[in-house]
């Protein structure tokens, strides 16, 4: 027999009920298509934690597509368009300059130790920038390293013969860093490859993942996948979070976050170095080859890439960062945060 609860004690006990379950939706906006393994494997994991811990008075909702360009990640969450966002350092470089560390040639690592110790290095050299004003951070993190693809059979063998290559790059560092040693740059956003590569236009493309590469659909015209030793970079990226909304949360809710946030969000980039090795047996099984450059190209490229270090530690100190400590402890913090320290 169905019971009928009265109207007036009904709406009593939803008034409740609401109260009891009063929760605070904060809304997700990332330019990353929701297939992409640092959606799938990391934030909504990461979003999925904040809920748990919170004991879902926290709940994390993703919106189905970006609500702002890649340059315009940081005010979308900062004029509260979106809570939470992933924002590119790579395409604001005047603003989020110090974990462009990470796009300076240099020793590069796992997605995960190169995340934990940019996290650590913004601790205790970066947080003094204040490149972060107006949201609250949460953390840092790099994903797995970029390389040089070529399309060509035989790959580059020094320095001489990339003169006048032509190299797709993303703009910025790479553009500049490619542009010390050949005129033929062909600077553009990374989305944009496929037209270059599979039309034979360049010889060559950088500033990629093997993710990228499979991502966008190159591996049928990619004859080499060369990391260059002590020059490696990452592309690097800030969570942030609306200011008010988090002033917003209870104490409690905070520490959850919190917790999940800082080094812990980065220790979980372990997931995109678990994806980025099944992207290289991928490319692997479709004929891509993975060397490492020729000790004659490494010392060329060493030598033209030289200004960038340079230029980046004075930028940096221009904001009160001592750039060359930072970037030496930066390098360390990878051996250590690869070893499990």
Not at 57 to 70: D, K
Not at 287 to 298: E, H, N, Q, R, Y
């Amino acid at each position: 027999m169905t019971k009928w609860i009265p109207a007036a004690l009904a709406a009593t006990l939803a008034l409740a009920t609401g109260s009891a379950l009063a929760q605070t939706k904060l809304l997700f906006s990332t330019f990353f298509p929701p297939q992409h393994p640092l959606v799938k494997q990391v934030l909504q994991p990461w979003a999925a934690s904040v809920q748990q811990a919170t004991g879902g008075s926290v709940v994390v909702e993703f919106s189905p597509t970006s609500l702002a360009p890649p340059p315009g990640q940081l005010d979308m969450v900062t004029k509260g368009i979106a809570d939470v966002t992933v924002q590119f350092a790579g395409v604001v470089p005047n603003r989020l300059t110090s974990i462009l560390i990470t796009e300076v040639p240099g020793p590069v690592s796992t997605s995960e130790a190169m995340s934990v110790a940019l996290w650590r290095t913004n601790e205790k050299f970066f947080a003094k920038a204040d490149e972060h004003k107006g949201v609250k951070l949460l953390s840092v993190f790099a994903l797995p390293p970029q390389g040089f693809y070529g399309t060509r059979d035989e790959p580059f063998a020094s320095g001489e013969q990339l003169k006048g290559a032509r190299i797709a790059t993303t703009p910025g560092t790479a553009a500049r860093a490619y542009g010390a040693v050949t005129s033929g740059v062909v600077a553009g956003p990374a989305a944009r490859y496929f037209e270059l590569v599979s039309k034979g236009m360049v010889d060559a493309y950088v500033a990629v993942t093997p993710l990228d590469v499979m991502g966008f659909n190159l591996a049928r015209y990619t004859k080499t996948g060369m990391s260059l030793p002590g020059l490696g970079t990452a592309g690097s990226f800030s969570l942030v979070m609306n200011e008010a909304k988090w002033n917003a949360l209870k104490p409690a809710e905070q520490a959850a976050i919190t917790k999940l946030s800082g080094e812990a969000f980065a220790r979980g980039m372990s997931a995109m170095d678990t994806a980025n090795k099944a992207a290289i047996k991928s490319l692997q099984d479709q004929g891509v080859k993975f060397i490492d450059a020729s000790p004659g190209l490494t010392q060329d490229l060493t030598k033209a890439f030289a200004f960038l270090e340079k230029e980046w530690i004075a930028e940096v100190g221009k904001r009160g960062v001592d750039g060359a400590a930072a970037a030496a402890f930066y390098r360390a913090e990878q051996k250590r945060a690869g070893a499990g320290q």
